[in-house]
């Protein structure tokens, strides 16, 4: 399991001071100054660093590069000098670092990461049109990324949900039969707990810690996405030290018991009360002013993994959009809540899968999306599938009599100048939909995890990808 080490990264900086740094910085400055706020988010190990490191790089090194490294680049031609800097107020994203580890010999992926962080890329350019063209020689364009973890807002939900509501919610996905065991100490723990009793503050610090054990266990057992509430996940020195004390569902028969004020039910009710408070909070200083957002989702380690972590992910997707969603309802906007202008859904790591297998790539995200969704929203979410750093490379092969797609790369944890250390694989066909759950024992894949490529240093053009530009055109253009 992660943890979320990021308020200990902020060094005592509070949300609040994050809020007050992003309400620094209007959508557009001045008439030849625009800031665009790009935030990347997504599960854990979904790729998120390795994206934000190879766009960074990409954007530093795309107006030199040949067109072919990345086709989409807007201000190609343009563009006078590109920076990299901090943006004033946020924990900063290690962008030097991260290129490092992945340009070293051996290269090497990003290690987790916890909190949230941002980089700022400048880019000044000849303007070719518009006003700013007749007024100035050179304009400013700020891309800021922002990396922060998918699981906090998996606890958007939480905002339009009572406690009650939330109990029931949590009830029913602890039947699963991927959790229920996991589920039962603090199921039976929390069956014995009298809810109208007075309050006992160690014994709901007790049903507490088997309640945060069973929402650990499903995510580090279990591959399980879906777990509230998302700031509980780490402990010890990375522990969020704002999420206050802990809480936990009561089963339904028990809630109704719980309004009697100094009980233990009306304990839970506040504690949890004072959480969404905290989740209301992040929205609407942090979250409410990132207009465009890219959600990476890694469908094929979990297809790999098989049904139920699956299952899970598709779950777990399906509130992370939701949430977008929820951003436009009339009672989040009376919390002052943003919205999202522009929505990248993205299924990542997209070289573990031959070329012919892309478009399913898509379907399948677009299912597991749900098309209500995609198309409530056709204008502003665009669906990609995208590599950051390609590591393997397509070949074709006499298979059987048949010519077939492989794909060459370096398994995770071999040396890469090991003669033979490449190995040819053929990941298998991906579903472009969800595939039904009799099906699920005949599938087959064999989607492998690769070690980073390795390329020559310095590397002054964009990493090898797959449709980064693409991703950059829909946000920008
Ligand atoms: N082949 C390939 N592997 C990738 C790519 N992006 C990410 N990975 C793999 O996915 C792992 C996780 O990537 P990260 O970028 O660290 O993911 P993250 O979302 O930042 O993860 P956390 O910080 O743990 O939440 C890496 O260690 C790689 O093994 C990619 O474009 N291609
Ligand atoms: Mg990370």
């Known amino acids: 399991m992660t943890p979320l080490r990021w308020l200990t990264d902020l060094a005592g900086a509070s949300l609040d001071a994050i809020g007050a740094a992003l309400a620094e910085v209007p959508g557009v400055l001045s008439l030849n100054h625009d800031t665009h706020r790009i935030a990347v988010t997504g599960l854990q190990r979904s790729g998120k660093t390795v994206f934000v490191t190879s766009f960074v790089h990409a954007l530093l090194h795309a107006a030199d590069a040949p067109v072919a490294d990345f086709p989409f680049f807007p201000w190609r031609g343009q563009v006078r000098d590109v920076t990299v800097m901090d943006v004033p107020g946020l924990p900063p994203f290690p ?7 992945l340009l070293a010999d051996p290269p090497a992926w990003p290690a987790r990461t916890t909190g949230l962080t941002a980089v700022r890329v400048r880019i000044r350019y000849a303007p070719t049109s518009g006003l700013a063209r007749s007024l100035f020689s050179t304009a400013t364009v700020d891309l800021d990324l922002i990396d922060y973890p998918g699981e906090w807002l998996l606890d958007l939900p939480m905002l339009t949900q009572s406690y009650e509501e939330w109990s029931a919610r949590m009830e029913e996905l602890a039947n699963a039969a991927s959790r229920s065991d996991l589920a039962r100490p603090w199921r039976e723990a929390a069956r014995d707990l009298d809810p109208a009793a007075p309050e006992d503050p160690a014994a709901l610090q007790r049903v507490g810690e088997l309640y945060l054990d069973y929402i650990r266990r499903c995510q580090s057992e279990r591959r399980l996405h879906f777990v509230q509430p998302g700031r509980f996940l780490n402990d010890g020195p990375e522990a969020d030290p704002e999420r206050g004390p802990v809480f936990f569902p009561l089963p339904p028969q028990r809630t109704a018991k719980a309004a009697r004020s ?216």
């Open 262 to 477: 100094g009980s233990n039910g009306a304990a839970l009710a506040a504690r949890y009360g004072n959480y969404q408070a905290l989740v209301r909070r992040f929205y609407g200083q942090v979250f409410g002013r990132l207009r465009r957002q890219v959600v990476l989702v890694d469908l094929l380690s979990a297809l790999q993994n098989g049904h139920d972590s699956f299952a899970d992910l598709a779950l777990a997707t399906r509130s992370l959009t939701d949430a977008f969603e929820e951003l436009q309802n009339p009672i989040l906007r009376a919390l002052s809540l943003g919205g999202v202008d522009r929505l990248a859904l993205v299924a990542t790591k997209a070289d573990h899968v031959t070329a012919d297998q892309m478009n399913n790539m898509v379907g399948l995200l677009r299912d597991m999306i749900g098309e209500p969704f995609v198309q409530a929203n056709a204008r502003q979410s665009g669906l990609f599938a995208a590599a950051s750093v390609r590591a393997t490379t397509q070949l074709l092969r006499k298979y059987r009599g048949e010519t077939l797609p492989f794909l060459l790369g370096v398994p995770e944890g071999r040396v890469a100048e090991r003669a033979g250390a490449a190995v040819e694989v053929r990941p298998g066909v991906i579903p472009g939909q969800i595939p039904a759950a009799a099906d699920w024992p005949a599938l087959e894949f064999n989607i492998r995890r690769f070690a980073p490529p390795r390329l020559a240093i310095p590397h002054e053009r964009p990493l090898p990808h797959i449709n980064l530009d693409k991703i950059l055109q829909f946000l920008i253009a």
């Open 95 to 101: 962008y030097r670092a991260r290129l490092g580890e």
